[in-house]
């Protein structure tokens, strides 16, 4: 028997959260067609505040994700300087 959250088992909750990402995905993808061929101006109400409010997270996590790659990539030339027994030292080896 499926463990159970708050009345529902957690592969229903899964499920949900499945569907929930791919009507994500269609509304996005039909959001940027949308803008793409000149007719963005039919986006209104609850819609646009939802495709506004979803640009701004996906304008966010790229930003995440660049520092988090330049951050990476910062911690490499600093590892690369230093001596093995060095890395060893640190527990970066």
Do not use: F, I
Request: hydrophobic residues 35%.
């Amino acid at each position: 028997m499926p463990c159970q959250e708050e009345g529902q088992s957690r592969w229903e909750w899964n499920r949900l959260h499945e569907r929930h990402q791919e009507m994500t995905d269609m509304l996005c993808t039909l959001c940027q067609r949308l803008e793409a061929g000149g007719y963005g101006v039919l986006l209104s109400g609850r819609v646009l505040e939802w495709w506004q409010a979803h640009q701004a997270a996906d304008v966010r996590r790229q930003a995440e994700e660049m520092e988090q790659s330049r951050r990476t990539v910062a911690r490499e030339a600093a590892k690369a300087k230093l001596t093995p027994e060095e890395q060893a030292l640190l527990k970066l080896s």
